[in-house]
């Protein structure tokens, strides 16, 4: 009897290990700093961040009878449930399903746009905007320019999940930010959280300029926040100073804010010093006075992103502090970045700019 | 010659018919075995038994809709379009208008006096016959040889030749490059020069229009047989379809895309055979035929707007002139070829024949309006010669909807540059503050 209930003991202590085994390989490589302020008055309900953004969609189709929301399998709630009930309450002439064709849904966007109606266009994979990358570039950015201000697609918002999820490998991981960033014409918006999330989007989607709106799918879920059920939007082409400090101004978008968060907290803790964390949001434009004033502040400069490092967007964020901050820097610009490989699937947590490269990098920084 | 001609028909015939043999007895023997037709999700079919492959000879080929001879004498009475005599003469005279326009601006390119120009010889009764059919309120998103449709529009020829200078009247700026013309107030989308981008986008503004109360409007699209062979092509054709939008998908298929033939684009029947497979009401016609390409866009027109549904019209023509003015096409055509459409099968002078049988045209009409149109392009240019390129700051705006700092930055770099350089670069030619 005794011996039985070792073995199964043993075997309960087995699953137990197997189970945090593969949640630990499943497991986020941040902990999530919700934000505990929220930008208007009024009413908030507990959402998460696909609902955040649902609800930015929802109070869209409510108020704009020309908005439109489609993309591949978006009729049924999307495979992230971002356009959830959604068909159900707009209709299947505003909710819809589009052949399953990443130029196509770009290309009708931007006509939608141009005959004067409201685009939400989703891409399903931010790794799959890549066969529209000629319409977005080439039309969607160009199309006021090129007119002599005569049309425009400002109307057009592109969604895309995009980012590490844990297991998303190649082709569910990537970042493609710096690659929209290189288009003049186009706004490129990362939130770090639902309530980010819900306010630009809705100026995304208001804004007179086609947008690139990129969601770290990792947050669709595992992001909540108290988010006010009223309209607000966030301005665009703005960042957001998340911690004040001295000694150090680090810089990141999407769930990369929530590393740098906490790599400050360890600053903080181990070193005794606090650090300005700046959340760019906006890739394209960017708000190239707040890093400016912060690293001028600081002299010291970390940005991280989960891109690769050549060509990244730190690359230009980079250039441009040595170029206005030269005289204020202590140490040299440091990019702590995903390598320049495509992104892996069993090396995801050795891949990853985690804490402990950047902590390591503002380390260096700090005692360069 | 003719015997092999003789024996090359006899083999099309054999083909044909086991082509047909086969396909004739798909039907009964479904029904014979008494089988209920398949219900697959992707297809609603009956089963056989017998391995069947289609290929292009399993169909007869499309055939071509024309209403006029070479000589322009009407073949079917009942298939004349009623179109009113002032807009007859009308319809000629933008052609020739156009025609005009293309020798004077291909000839003002050679003489360095515009960058860049495009002819649209060969192809001005499908410009002529597609805009005369549609509402004036009608979406019309072109490619880049569609400028009779520009023309018939209303868009003058001082917007035109002010575009091809880029000066200070040109409403694109001076951003872009000759013919890539653009007209809010005519409801003509702005040319951009990716191929077939224009046709999701054609079919996005659809459906905008149809989704919109009491819409009477529709979009017509066109493209070439070249662009058909773009990635955007099929997926416009095939959204059009699945989100049943008001649409109309005008393919000049003039035989070349730069210089590669058509025989080296596609191996199906044309471009109108890709219609039907998608699902959508197609017609061939004679592009040539200024009167067909009328009746076909008419009534095509009649049905996307009742049906919100998409409509595919390939009109058969050929290229008269050169791709651009980048491109000597005797160096992969014979001038024997391009002679024989220039002479036989050309729709402005099937379309003068029309109406001189109808007594609405003749020689001396002719002549004058040929001489006051080219006099129109001549007066036209040196008026536009003469003018400014668009103020230097015009460079950096519309970019966006409001001038982000980073680039009123680089706005003033360039300015505080200029007030150090100002004799190094062509300023005098630029309008001034």
Redesign the interface.
């Known amino acids: 009897m005794a011996s039985l209930v070792t073995k199964n003991t043993t075997l309960l202590i087995k699953l137990i290990k197997n189970v945090t085994n593969n949640s630990k390989r499943l497991s986020s490589h941040f902990i999530y700093y919700p934000d505990n302020e929220v930008p208007v008055e009024g009413e908030t309900a507990k959402m998460n961040m696909m609902q955040a953004i649902n609800n930015a969609m929802d109070i869209t189709l409510k108020n704009d009878p020309t908005a439109v929301l489609f993309g591949e399998d978006v009729g049924f709630g999307g495979v992230f449930r971002c356009s959830l009930g959604l068909q159900e309450k707009y209709g299947k002439d505003r909710v819809f399903n589009t052949p399953l064709c990443e130029q196509g849904i770009a290309g009708f966007g931007i006509g939608l746009a141009t005959a004067g109606a409201t685009a939400i266009a989703e891409i399903q994979f931010a790794d799959y905007i890549f066969p529209a990358f000629d319409q977005i570039v080439n039309e969607a950015a160009k199309a006021r320019y090129r007119s002599g201000g005569q049309f425009a697609c400002g109307a057009l918002t592109v969604r895309s999940p995009c980012s590490a999820v844990g297991h998303g490998a190649l082709y569910h991981s990537q970042s493609p930010e710096a690659f929209f960033a290189h288009a003049p014409g186009l706004r490129v918006v990362v939130p770090r959280g639902p309530i980010t999330a819900k306010g630009l989007l809705l100026s995304c989607i208001r804004e007179p300029d086609p947008c690139i709106f990129l969601e770290p799918k990792i947050l669709y879920r595992s992001a909540n926040e108290e988010v006010p059920v009223g309209d607000y939007t966030l301005p665009l082409g703005k960042a957001q100073v998340l911690r004040e400090g001295d000694a150090a101004t680090l810089i990141a978008w999407g769930t990369q804010v929530h590393v740098l968060l906490e790599v400050a907290d360890m600053a903080k803790e181990k070193l005794g010093v606090m650090c300005d964390v700046i959340d760019l949001q906006s890739i394209l434009p960017w708000d190239e006075e707040t890093v400016c004033n912060s690293v001028k502040k600081t002299g010291r400069c970390v940005i991280s992103h989960e891109a690769p490092l050549t060509s990244g967007f730190g690359a230009e964020i980079a250039a441009t502090v040595q170029e206005q901050c030269f005289l204020h820097l202590e140490a040299p610009v440091s990019r702590v970045c995903g390598w320049d490989a495509p992104f892996p699937h069993v090396f995801e947590p050795l891949y990853l700019p985690d804490k402990w490269r950047c902590y390591q990098a503002l380390l260096d920084t700090l005692h360069y | 010659m003719a015997l092999r001609t003789g024996a090359c028909v006899l083999r099309y015939n054999a083909l044909r018919t086991t082509a047909r043999s086969l396909f004739t007895r798909t039907q009964p023997e479904s029904t014979q075995n008494n089988v209920k037709p398949a219900e697959f999700p992707g297809a609603k079919a009956p089963y056989v038994t017998e391995m069947k492959f289609l290929n292009e000879t399993s169909y007869d080929p499309i055939p071509i809709y024309r209403v006029m001879d070479n000589n322009g004498a009407v073949f079917e009475s009942k298939e004349e379009p009623s179109i009113e005599k002032d807009t007859l003469i009308h319809m000629y005279k933008i052609m020739i208008q156009l025609s005009q326009m293309d020798k004077i601006l291909y000839e003002s390119q050679r003489q360095g006096r515009i960058s860049f120009y495009m002819t649209n010889y060969g192809e001005e009764g499908i410009h002529v016959g597609s805009a005369a059919a549609l509402s004036p309120d009608d ?1 019309v ?1 072109a490619q880049y040889r569609e400028v009779g449709v520009f023309l018939y529009r209303g868009v003058t020829v001082t917007d035109i030749v002010n575009q091809c200078y880029g000066n200070v009247e ?4 001076g ?2 490059m000759p013919v ?1 013309y ?3 107030q005519h409801n003509l ?2 040319i ?1 020069s ?1 191929l077939a ?1 224009q ?11 149809k ?1 919109q109360e009491n819409n009477d409007r529709c ?1 017509i699209c066109y493209f070439g047989d070249g662009a058909a062979s773009e ?2 092509a099929f ?2 054709l ?2 059009a379809a ?2 049943d939008c008001p649409i109309i998908f005008l393919c000049r298929n003039n035989g070349y895309a730069i210089s590669t033939p058509t025989s080296e684009q596609y191996r199906g029947d044309g471009i109108a055979s890709r219609g039907p497979a998608l699902g959508i009401r197609t017609v061939r016609v004679d592009g040539t035929d200024l009167l067909a390409v009328y009746n076909a866009v008419k009534e095509s027109r009649e049905f996307t707007v009742k049906n919100n549904k998409p409509v595919l019209i390939e009109a058969m023509s050929y290229r008269v002139g050169h791709h651009s003015t980048s491109d000597d096409s005797t160096a992969y055509r014979s001038i024997e070829e391009i002679q024989k459409w220039t002479n036989d099968e050309s729709p402005i002078p099937k379309f003068k024949m029309y109406l001189e049988s109808k007594g609405l045209w003749d020689a001396e009409l002719e002549k004058s309006w040929a001489k006051e149109s080219r006099d129109t392009v001549l007066r036209t240019m040196q008026v536009a010669e003469k003018k400014k390129l668009p103020h230097w700051k015009e460079m950096l ?5 409001e001038m ?4 009123q930055k680089q706005m003033q770099e360039m300015e505080n540059h200029l007030k150090k350089y100002s004799d190094k670069y062509p300023l005098n030619k630029f309008q001034s503050d």
Do not use: C, W
Request: proline content about 6%.
């Open positions: 979406l998103f040109d409403l694109g700026k951003r872009q890539h653009g007209n809010k989308v702005t951009s990716p981008t046709m999701p986008q054609a079919v996005g503004a659809a459906y905008a229009l989704r979009v990635g955007d997926s416009a095939n959204f699945t989100l705006e519309d970019v966006y909807y982000p700092s980073r680039i």
